[in-house]
């Protein structure tokens, strides 16, 4: 099975990869050359038989923003992504993945769908020197589309329209059922087949016929164009540039120009990679180790750079691809790596021949499901406020990919550090104040907390104790032990006492190390208000 599954995987990766390169802006051998290394790679050091790694729609999207086209930019940034991959592995570093949420990623990648797909609607239509920027690309797409090719806008449709109804047919497809004919379960899998294979299947059907008219002297559709053949170069990555008028452009230059994207690409790559890994993984009953995938996607980008490969990550098509087909190890990776090999080896004079309408037609086909409306629904349904952080990404996104990573990020950020600073407190209003926490105490909510006790039992006239009920504080630091401690003084001066309820081992240790005077603390609530009584009836 894990020979089907490669061969399988390894027909619909090609026509995709030479799609993605387009995306990326880079000549399209660039995406086999990303696409053969982390089969092998991840082969001996991925923990998931069914994750793929190369060249995906989202990454080669984020890589266009930074390397805007130039092929030198490309291969150090795959370089120092693998470098900077490699040490989070080693550093266990993985759990700041964990700061991305949900509605973030969503909202990434909904957005991306979107820039992608309309990116290669000027394919489709046959439109030269449209800018790369979302909104400018609307714009010139549509001032220009009276300039619109028949030949590739016919080619490009009829492509997107064979492959739905290849999609849909295989959908469609009933699984065998032991005693069915053997001309019905043939049928079944020759349908199966080219609804599997139908990338490639479009792109070779879209190359004879602009070959046929090339060689008929007729220029009818936009194709490809002359291709470096033959396998790459095994070199280190190029640490300089020299341009066409012989300046040389210096290392620090060129990570300069880079900018966010050392931070961008190899957070976003390992993010891609593990969810995928994950999602299969539970679908498939296995679990993966997330630093060990982390190990082998920067592994994979460090010496895919040697080849001249762009950054890769996980591709969730091509992985569903692989589970669907039964594969049984990640061996399955090594025949879709000889297939990409073969490729480069022989077929690259072919290449030029692939209509441009014909690769549009696959990204769009591929990166259609990624936007997900239903998540908004979801999202109103389970907690509004989660749109927030949502529309911030999606909406940002169309300016700059990186800006909506980033705000999105920051949004989520502040509303979980709103939650830690603001905890939601459970307040008793009688003879004594009893304040329970609902959440832990962290030192951005000690003022807050203070000043609750502070307002609610020390200003009211005349002042009364309080009890704070810790039984969810698992831990303090030396800023919650300082307001303590005021807060203490505060109650002592006024005749009146603060006792804690519930405190945990760990933090009645830190309270008792710090000698607080008067630090008063009973086992519960009921314990602590018995206590008070009876200093009442004491007094």
Same mark, same amino acid.
């Given at each position: 099975?894990?020979? +089907? ?32 290394? =982390?089969? !092998? ?14 060249? $995906? ?26 470098? +900077? ?8 570093? #993985? ?13 990434? $990648? ?23 920027? !979302?909104? &400018? ?5 549509? %001032? ?8 590739d806008l016919v080619l490009g449709g009829v492509s997107l329209v064979l492959l739905v109804l290849l999609k849909l047919m295989k959908e469609d497809l009933r699984p065998n059922e032991a005693d069915a004919p053997i001309c019905v379960r043939v049928s079944r899998g020759i349908v199966w087949f080219f609804g599997t294979a139908r990338n490639a299947l479009v792109v070779i059907a879209a190359s004879c016929v602009a070959y046929a008219c090339d060689v008929s002297g007729y220029e009818v559709f936009t194709v490809t164009g002359k291709t470096s053949q033959g396998l790459p170069p095994f070199s280190a990555?190029?640490?300089?540039? *020299? *341009?066409?008028? #012989? ?11 880079? /900018? ?6 190899? &957070?976003? #790559? ?24 982390? !190990?082998?996607? /920067? ?14 990550? =996980? ?16 061996? #399955? ?59 911030? $990404?999606? &909406? ?11 705000? =999105? ?62 039984? %969810? ?28 309820? =519930? ?17 008063? %603390? ?18």
């Open positions: 099975m894990d020979l +089907i599954a490669g061969m399988t995987v390894g027909l619909t990766a090609v026509p995709q990869v030479l799609a993605y390169a387009e995306v990326a802006g880079l000549p399209v051998q660039y995406g086999l050359y990303s696409a053969f290394m =982390g089969c !092998f790679i991840y082969c001996i050091f991925g923990t998931s038989k069914d994750v793929t790694l190369g060249p $995906t729609a989202i990454m080669s999207l984020l890589c266009a923003s930074y390397i805007d086209g130039d092929p030198v930019y490309a291969v150090l940034l795959t370089f120092l992504s693998g470098v +900077i991959q490699l040490s989070m592995a080693i550093l266990q570093l #993985g759990f700041l993945l964990d700061f991305i949420s949900f509605p973030v990623i969503k909202g990434f $990648t909904c957005a991306a769908a979107i820039t992608i797909g309309f990116g290669q609607v000027k394919n489709i239509l046959g439109l030269q020197h449209i800018p790369q920027q !979302f909104f &400018l690309q609307v714009y010139y797409t549509f %001032h220009n589309i009276c300039q619109t090719r028949v030949g990555p190029p640490f300089t540039e *020299t *341009t066409w008028n #012989g300046t040389v452009i210096p290392f620090d230059e060129i990570t300069q120009d880079l /900018g966010s994207g050392l931070v961008v690409i190899p &957070l976003i #790559g390992l993010l891609e990679s593990i969810a995928i890994a994950k999602a299969f993984g539970s679908q498939n009953d296995y679990r993966i180790d997330a630093n060990q995938e982390l !190990f082998a996607i /920067g592994l994979t980008n460090i010496m895919g750079s040697f080849v001249s490969a762009y950054p890769v990550t =996980g591709s969730f098509g091509r992985t569903a691809v692989n589970s669907q087909t039964g594969v049984c190890t990640p061996a #399955g990776g090594v025949v879709t790596g000889v297939i990409v090999l073969l490729s480069l080896a022989y077929l690259m004079p072919l290449f030029y021949y692939i209509p441009k309408a014909a690769l549009a037609a696959v990204i769009i086909c591929a990166v259609a499901p990624m936007v997900d409306c239903s998540v908004i629904i979801k999202l109103w349904r389970v907690k509004k406020l989660d749109l927030l952080p949502f529309l911030v $990404t999606f &909406l940002l996104s169309f300016w700059e990919v990186q800006y909506g990573i980033v705000g =999105g990020i920051a949004v989520s950020g502040f509303m979980l550090l709103y939650n830690i600073a603001r905890p939601k407190l459970k307040v008793s209003d009688d003879d004594v104040l009893v304040v329970a926490l609902d959440n832990g105490l962290n030192f951005p909510a000690s003022e807050y907390i203070s000043n609750v006790l502070y307002t609610e039992a020390l200003l009211v006239s005349p002042p009364r104790s309080a009890i704070l009920d810790c039984h %969810h504080v698992n831990n303090i630091d030396y800023t919650v032990v300082n307001e303590i401690r005021d807060l203490l003084r505060q109650f002592d001066l006024r005749g009146v006492c603060l006792v804690f309820s =519930g405190l945990s081992i760990a933090v009645l240790e830190v309270l008792l190390a710090a000698e607080l005077p008067g630090l008063r %603390h009973m086992d519960s609530v009921d314990a602590a208000l018995q206590s008070l009584s009876g200093n009442k009836a004491f007094n």
